[in-house]
T-cell receptor, first 111, second 115 residues
Framework: DAKTTQPNSMESNEEEPVHLPCNHS???????IHWYRQLPSQGPEYVIH???SNVNNRMASLAIAEDRKSSTLILHRATLRDAAVYYC????????????FGQGTILTVHP | NAGVTQTPKFQVLKTGQSMTLQCAQD?????MSWYRQDPGMGLRLIHY???????DQGEVPNGYNVSRSTTEDFPLRLLSAAPSQTSVYFC??????????????FGPGTRLTVL
């Protein structure tokens, strides 16, 4: 039970912003939201994480709803290299490194 | 740092054979995990370890054994390979401490085919 819901696929054009949604309506107060992505034929890589406040890093931004039941990963200017499967994961303090992956969102970026 | 390394990259086994998938990390991480990924699916946790000498089962442990004698290494053993174990296997590691701060690092994967 991944406990998060994401669209199966999304498409974008190169250099346009992409908003990838995630629903986590049963999230507990201590669960963080982590995003990973998996490029073709590679292992997953960390993108960003947050708890309550919006977060920015060099790769992306994470917007978390005030009620924490949903979040959105924002890629400000998609590139072809951003084409990947994006996973939204709830991560609790006692998870000991255990990540529960759902199906993720397949992002296609068009030139 | 080499990060998380896995060997071999590819392996073909016959049903009933046994083998060990190797995983090593040079980041002094306490937490290590093994996942498998079947075609078109997300990753599923097989076994994990929170430190040398400590392992526990994940979501799909049957048919696999692990041990953790050092911080660096976390081998995964297939006892008697079955076609259902055809998959891509990923090893991952993470530092211990508050979960908020620690991203997980994944290896490049081992593609295993069982005939």
């Amino acid at each position: 039970d991944a406990k998060t819901t994401q669209p199966n696929s999304m498409e974008s054009n190169e250099e346009e912003p992409v908003h990838l949604p995630c629903n986590h309506s049963t999230i507990s107060g201590t669960d963080y939201i982590h995003w990973y992505r998996q490029l073709p034929s590679q292992g997953p890589e960390y993108v960003i994480h947050g708890l309550t406040s919006n977060v920015n890093n060099r790769m992306a931004s994470l917007a978390i709803a005030e009620d924490r039941k949903s979040s959105t990963l924002i890629l400000h200017r998609a590139t072809l290299r951003d084409a990947a499967v994006y996973y939204c994961i709830r991560y609790g303090g006692t998870s000991y490194g255990k990540l529960t992956f759902g199906q993720g969102t397949i992002l296609t970026v068009h030139p | 740092n080499a990060g998380v390394t896995q060997t071999p990259k590819f392996q073909v086994l016959k049903t009933g054979q046994s083998m060990t998938l190797q995983c090593a990390q040079d980041m002094n991480h306490e937490y290590m995990s093994w996942y498998r990924q079947d075609p078109g699916m997300g990753l599923r946790l097989i076994h994990y370890s929170v430190g040398a000498g400590i392992t526990d089962q994940g979501e799909v442990p049957n048919g696999y054994n692990v041990s953790r004698s050092t911080t660096e290494d976390f081998p995964l053993r297939l006892l008697s390979a079955a076609p259902s174990q055809t998959s891509v296997y990923f090893c991952a590691s993470r530092a211990s401490g508050p979960s908020s701060y620690n991203e997980q690092f994944f290896g490049p994967g081992t593609r295993l085919t069982v005939l």
